[in-house]
């Protein structure tokens, strides 16, 4: 998609899968990508106005930087670039259940919907909710339910169940196979257990 000149249209012209709805599942940033299409065209002064007014501004976020699509949207599939901090906020913000000084800025339910495992009958996969991946992490004899973007090069915003702690790692292995093996190693083995020892 990414060398093409509309990723839109590269999208929508793809042939439709043979799959049954709700059996078989993959990623599909392509359709992350004709989201913030909709999105974009729907919203009275485009997505990069409305994110900036209804999340940036009242997160306190002041410094970032969208990838565009090549049509000048704002691309939904990865890219936005800001301060660790910045993105520690938008996980607590999650961890928050949408508040952020006493202000509702995300609804309740949209957040319970993006930390719900919609494939908890799949063994061999933790799982996906609404753009957050299920993982769990091990520390001793505790299983800590966590969600978390992924992003290219091992980057996460991790937003743990039952535990109040949301990390961030910004990594640059970028389309490296180990990126987010390497990342899960140091939050496993050197992160978690000095927060718990």
Request: hydrophobic share 35%; charged share 20%.
């Amino acid at each position: 998609m990414y060398p093409t000149d509309h990723w839109v249209k590269f999208t929508l012209n793809l042939p439709m899968t043979e799959n049954k709805i709700g059996k078989n599942w993959n990623y599909f940033t392509a359709g992350v990508v004709v989201t913030g299409d909709i999105l974009d065209k729907s919203l009275p002064k485009g997505l990069k106005d409305y994110a900036d007014k209804k999340l940036f501004r009242p997160l306190g976020i002041k410094s970032y930087k969208w990838q565009f699509t090549p049509q000048q949207k704002p691309s939904l599939a990865g890219g936005l670039r800001m301060r660790a901090l910045d993105f520690a906020k938008f996980g607590q913000l999650y961890k928050n259940k949408g508040s952020w000084n006493e202000k509702m800025i995300l609804n309740t339910n949209w957040i319970k919907k993006s930390f719900t495992n919609y494939f908890s009958d799949n063994k061999d996969f933790e799982g996906y909710g609404y753009l957050f991946w299920r993982k769990i992490y091990k520390v001793g004899n505790k299983n800590l339910e966590a969600y978390q973007c992924s992003g290219n090069g091992g980057n996460k915003i991790i937003v743990f169940v039952d535990v109040p702690i949301v990390m961030v790692i910004t990594a640059t292995a970028y389309n490296k196979p180990y990126a987010h093996s390497q990342v899960d190693k140091i939050i496993q083995e050197y992160l978690l257990p000095a927060i718990y020892e």
